[in-house]
């Protein structure tokens, strides 16, 4: 049988190709069945494989594109300019990978450590309705996803107060309180589609001081290398500098001078940023190839993907660093204690203070 030559081949019509193959080992059938048999068989399998193949990329991909759209409205992020799904690669591939062995969608959260030690900006050191809303608001994205993505989705809360809770100043006994509260939240207002994950889930019953000296020094990086990111890398000095912001702010029994207390809160930013480096990396390590989401605002196009939880003015605001105020038109936002009680009366649950209306 003379071949075929490369010139001579379609370019485009791959099923003429596959046609005349089949054709030609038709023609052999009453000479060599048993092995006709076997190429066609051979032949329609790859055919299908390579179809499936397609389909099963495209329906990732498609998949992963809406979920996009699902998480873009609520993107924190410092960047004027909308940004469609495909300028998010990494989560792209990340929301493909579950989609393609179909797997619930599992995204990750640092956060939700505890409560402000600052008391004009907190009702209190436990969760409360910013809490409350900022979860059922999580689970809600999960519940949303699962429309598009029959396994559906979960978020794992990586709660990080013992990572930080000497940098910021919280007692270890509030931070459990905060975490324990959170999980029994979860539970009774049934948002199956969350869970909580901290360092007790990791290192058990260890003391604080120790948990926090395992996790620094087997990931966080090295204080020079993180100082010269800070002077070379503008999104890196961005964190520092919010960080940095933060902790002065939380700061409400400084005896020493305004110069000295934020000397000393630049000092501790540094800390926070290796822990949360390292928590990170920890995070990656027990919850490999999820979707990593933050708290804090993150570029287009990032490795991590900026959250909103409630609407806030300052793109840096979290329900552990604020209060929630309930508008007469309906809508929740979060801004710290001491102005919330201006627009608002205190409103109680459980006996303990919730929220302003």
């Avoid at 190709?17 to 052999?28: L, Q, R």
Wanted: hydrophobic share 35%; charged share 25%; with cysteine.
């Amino acid at each position: 049988m003379p071949l075929t030559t490369a010139a001579e081949a379609p370019t485009a019509e791959t099923v003429v190709t596959t046609e005349t193959v089949v054709t030609t080992e038709t023609v052999v059938t009453t000479e060599t069945a048993g092995i006709t048999e076997t190429t066609e068989t051979t032949e329609t399998t790859e055919t299908a494989g390579i179809t499936g193949t397609t389909r099963i990329t495209e329906t990732a991909e498609s998949v992963g594109i809406a979920v996009l759209k699902l998480l873009l409205p609520h993107h924190r992020t410092a960047d004027d300019r909308a940004a469609p799904p495909e300028a998010f690669p990494h989560q792209l591939h990340q929301i493909g990978a579950f989609v393609r062995r179909d797997d619930p969608v599992v995204l990750t959260l640092p956060g939700f450590p505890c409560k402000s030690p600052n008391p004009d900006k907190v009702l209190g050191h436990l969760p409360d309705q910013g809490e409350r809303l900022s979860l059922a608001f999580l689970n809600s994205l999960c519940a949303r996803i699962e429309e598009i993505h029959a396994p559906g989705a979960r978020v794992v809360i990586c709660s990080d107060g013992h990572v930080f809770g000497d940098l910021i100043r919280v007692p270890d006994e509030h931070i459990d309180a905060y975490s324990d509260e959170l999980s029994r939240l979860i539970d009774e207002l049934g948002l199956h589609h969350l869970s909580v994950f901290d360092l007790r889930d990791v290192l058990g019953d260890l003391p604080h001081s120790a948990k926090r000296a395992y996790v620094h020094d087997r990931y966080a990086p090295g204080l020079d290398a993180l100082r010269a990111e800070v002077r070379a890398d503008e999104h890196t000095l961005a964190l520092y500098r919010g960080i940095t912001r933060f902790l002065v702010d939380d700061t409400a029994d400084f005896t020493g001078t305004r110069s000295a207390l934020q000397r000393e809160c630049r000092r501790r930013a540094y800390g926070v940023i290796q822990r949360s480096r390292a928590w990170g990396e920890l995070i990656a390590e027990h919850h490999p190839g999820s979707v990593r989401l933050s708290i804090h605002p993150q570029a287009v196009g990032a490795a991590k993907f900026g959250i909103r939880l409630l609407d806030a003015s300052d793109v840096w605001t979290t329900p552990w660093h604020s209060a929630a105020l309930h508008r007469p038109d309906g809508t929740w936002s979060l801004m710290p204690r001491a102005r919330a009680e201006r627009l608002g009366r205190l409103v109680r649950r459980d006996g303990r203070p919730s929220h302003f209306e």
